[in-house]
C-alpha cells in the first residue's frame, strides 16, 4: 500500500463546478500536510497546508482529519486556470528538512 | 531572483554513459533536494543536503551522487547511466520547514 494515496482522475468538471479531492495518508506519525499544484510539464508549486482546524484561501479550502487519516481539497467555482494535477503531500517531521512523501495526484480538467 | 534553476532541460544518454545534473538557488535557502518523477510512482526523494558540506540518502540514492560544497549548488551525478534512470528530475530548496521550491525539471532518457 502506498503512504499517500490519491484518485488519479481525471475529474472533469464545468467551469463554475465546485469539485472535491480526498487523500489517505497511511502514517500515523505525519505532522505537516499540503497540497500542491502541478501544471502539465511544469514544476510542482505549493498551493496552500492543510492545518487541523481547516484552512481556507478564497476558492480553496483544505481539511485535515486526523482520526480517519485524510485531507482533502475543495474547489469552489472551477476556472479554466485550475486545470492542473494536485499532489497531495505530507511530511513526517513539524521541524527541520522536509522529507516529503508525495501522491501521485488528482488531474483536474475544467472545461467552458 | 531567479529562484531555483536546473541545467540541462532535456538529456539523451546511453547506458553507461556518467553525467551532472546542475541545480542552483539564490535564495539563501539552507535545504536541498532531489527527486525523480515517474508515471504512477509520483515525487521520490533521492538525496538532499541540509547545508554546505552536508548531504544525506532519500528513498531512492542507488546509482547517484551529490555534493554540496556552497549554499547556492546541488549538483547530481549519474555515475553510470541505466534506463531505469530515465525519469523527471527535479531540484528543490528550502528554508527550514518552509515552502519547497522546485525549479523546472530535467527530463532524462537513457537509451
Known amino acids: 500500500r502506498k503512504e499517500v494515496e490519491q484518485d488519479p482522475g481525471p475529474f472533469n468538471v464545468p467551469e463554475g463546478a465546485t469539485v472535491a479531492f480526498n487523500c489517505t495518508y497511511s502514517?500515523?506519525?505525519?505532522?505537516?500536510f499540503f497540497w500542491y499544484r502541478q501544471d502539465c510539464r511544469k514544476e510542482p508549486k505549493l498551493l496552500m497546508s492543510?492545518?487541523?482546524s481547516g484552512n481556507e484561501d478564497g476558492r480553496f479550502t483544505a481539511q485535515l482529519n486526523r482520526a480517519s487519516q485524510y485531507i482533502s481539497l475543495l474547489i469552489r467555482d472551477s476556472k479554466l486556470s485550475d486545470s492542473a494535477t494536485y499532489l497531495c503531500?505530507?511530511?513526517?517531521?513539524?521541524?527541520?528538512?522536509?522529507?516529503?512523501?508525495f501522491g501521485t495526484g488528482t488531474r483536474l480538467l475544467v472545461s467552458p | 531572483n531567479a529562484g531555483v534553476t536546473q541545467t540541462p532541460k532535456f538529456q539523451v544518454l546511453k547506458t553507461g554513459q556518467s553525467m551532472t545534473l546542475q541545480c542552483a538557488q539564490d535564495?539563501?535557502?539552507?535545504?536541498m533536494s532531489w527527486y525523480r518523477q515517474d508515471p504512477g510512482m509520483g515525487l521520490r526523494l533521492i538525496h538532499y543536503?541540509?547545508?554546505?558540506?552536508?548531504?544525506d540518502q532519500g528513498e531512492v540514492p542507488n546509482g547517484y551522487n551529490v555534493s554540496r560544497s556552497t549554499t547556492e549548488d546541488f549538483p547530481l551525478r549519474l555515475l553510470s547511466a541505466a534506463p531505469s534512470q530515465t525519469s523527471v528530475y527535479f531540484c528543490?530548496?528550502?528554508?527550514?520547514?518552509?515552502?519547497?521550491?522546485f525549479g523546472p525539471g530535467t527530463r532524462l532518457t537513457v537509451l
Open positions: 528543490a530548496s528550502s528554508y527550514s520547514k518552509d515552502e519547497q521550491f
Open positions: 502514517n500515523s506519525a505525519s505532522q505537516s
Open positions: 492543510v492545518y487541523s
Open positions: 503531500v505530507v511530511n513526517r517531521r513539524n521541524t527541520g528538512f522536509q522529507k516529503l512523501v
Open positions: 535564495m539563501n535557502h539552507e535545504y
Open positions: 543536503s541540509v547545508g554546505a558540506g552536508i548531504t
